[in-house]
């Protein structure tokens, strides 16, 4: 299995509000996590990094080898996150308000499960093909779910960035989870907003269909295409090969 993840802070924000990070516990389970944070100037970042590093630091306790174990397991750890956020941002008056996206990866022999909340994405690229398989939980998604805008409308949306879940704003917790088999050559993309806002899913295909070159460079292109293109947020990417026996991980 081969990994590369990457954060960039853009060329507009003052700070990274983004975390990402990866995980395996002692039954060699994968678990790759992507979060955007937001509220404040401190709150974003305190937020991603709470909910990735404690998340992953229980991971690394626990032995789950199944998918239900996996998905009841995560949940579970969501929930008592969420609690974790408004609890913390009620004590602290520069974190009121802070919250974080979540999407993340979970790999166990030829099966996967992706879990998000909020508007941060899961794709997979399959026979050179780009899919995406979350959904993102957004103002602007609903709009387009029910027929009041259209896709090209939504792309300059004035309310594009309202997120109808997230952890720490609201009590409930309301993650999507998508599990199913891997096929030899699959890769998966996990990422923030900040790529995809200024990437079309056209270019990312292209990237990510690159031959000859590694994992770890088609990260770099990505971000280095969104900071072409305005790099107006955060950027934070990662990538999950799984064809392969042993466990790669490329960080920067």
Sequence with gaps: MNIA?????????????????VFKNKADVLFGIV????GGHLGGDVASEMVVSQIGHDFLETDFATIPDLRDWLLTELTSENSRLINVSSKFSD??????????????????LITNIGDSRGY?????KLIQITEDHSLVNELVKYGKISPEQAKNHPQKNVITRTLG????VQPDSTNDTWQQDDLFLLCTDGLTNMVSDEEIEKILTTEDISLDEKAQRLIVQ??????????????VQPATADVEVNRQ
């Design 124 to 128: 997979l690229l399959r026979d050179g």
């Design 35 to 38: 979060a955007d944070g937001m």
């Design 5 to 21: 993840y990457l954060t960039d802070i853009g060329k507009r924000r003052e700070n990274n509000q983004d975390y990402v990070s």
């Design 169 to 172: 704003i609201s009590k409930d």
């Design 95 to 112: 974190l009121t308000g802070m919250g974080t996206t979540f999407v993340a990866i979970m790999m166990i022999n030829n099966h996967y």
């Design 226 to 239: 969104a900071n072409v293109n305005g790099g107006l947020d955060n950027i934070s990417v990662l990538l």
